[in-house]
């Protein structure tokens, strides 16, 4: 069974501040998904990683793949009221997805 | 953009009913998926489908059966609902077409089910 560990589980700083949360696992995954999901509603896709050491940036998110494919990371500069919410790490093989338990991120003004 | 609409977002039933909950997709997936989330535990997939008419268990599939008539609609059914379903419950779909674009879901905004 393929588990994602994502770290830490809650996380609460002040806007305009700097983050990284992890995803990590022991299992190597063909690709894999962030999430962020909002209160009541349904996570929506963030990000696709897929090859060991990619860097992808999003505006103020930048999301990486770790060389062996096994981690990830999700760094966020000047973090706004915005960017709270859950996030949510979804790694890709064979099975299918297997998801991480989240990140809860609260940026307070 | 792709749209995966679920029926309601909120719903209250009582135990022993029989609960539909609905899902449209529209951008001609092949893969639709049920999960239910949790405090605590994550997301836990139910059921999913890979074609019409096909169905395969997820993880906890006890207590719950589906339904996918129709590409584009996958539904998921609670025979007798039971107090320990109270659960946000979120439908998801992807493209088939390789082991790539399936692991690519697209989720609804959820149905959140209390039942009493």
């Known amino acids: 069974t393929q588990l994602l560990e994502q770290s830490p589980q809650f996380l609460s700083i002040q806007e305009g501040e700097n983050l990284t949360v992890y995803c990590n696992s022991s299992?190597?995954?063909?690709?894999l998904q962030w999430y962020r999901q909002e209160p009541g509603e349904g996570p929506v896709l963030l990000v696709t990683?897929?090859?060991?050491?990619e860097v992808k940036k999003l505006k103020r998110l930048t999301f990486q793949f770790g060389d062996a494919r096994k981690d990830s990371s999700l760094h966020i500069t000047a973090a706004q009221p915005g960017d709270t919410g859950l996030y949510l790490c979804?790694?890709?093989?064979?099975?299918?997805?297997?998801f991480g338990k989240g990140t809860h991120l609260i940026i307070q003004p | 953009d792709v749209k995966v609409t679920q029926s309601s977002r909120y719903l209250v039933k009582r135990t022993g009913e029989k609960v539909f909950l609905e899902c449209v997709q529209d951008m001609d997936h092949e893969n639709m998926f049920w999960y239910r989330q949790d405090p605590g535990l994550g997301l836990r997939l139910i059921y999913f489908?890979?074609?019409?008419?096909?169905?395969e268990k997820g993880d906890i599939p006890e207590g719950y059966s589906v339904s996918r008539e129709k590409k584009e609609r996958f539904s998921l059914i609670l025979e007798s609902a039971s107090t320990n379903q109270t659960s946000m419950y979120l439908c998801?779909?992807?493209?088939?077409?390789?082991?790539?674009?399936?692991?690519?879901?697209?989720f609804g905004a959820g149905t959140r089910l209390s039942v009493l």
């Open positions: 979804g790694g890709g093989g064979a099975d299918g997805l297997t």
């Open positions: 998801a779909s992807s493209f088939g077409s390789t082991l790539f674009y399936s692991n690519i879901q697209y």
């Open positions: 990683v897929v090859t060991g050491g």
């Open positions: 299992s190597v995954f063909s690709s």
């Open positions: 489908s890979y074609d019409v008419k096909m169905k």
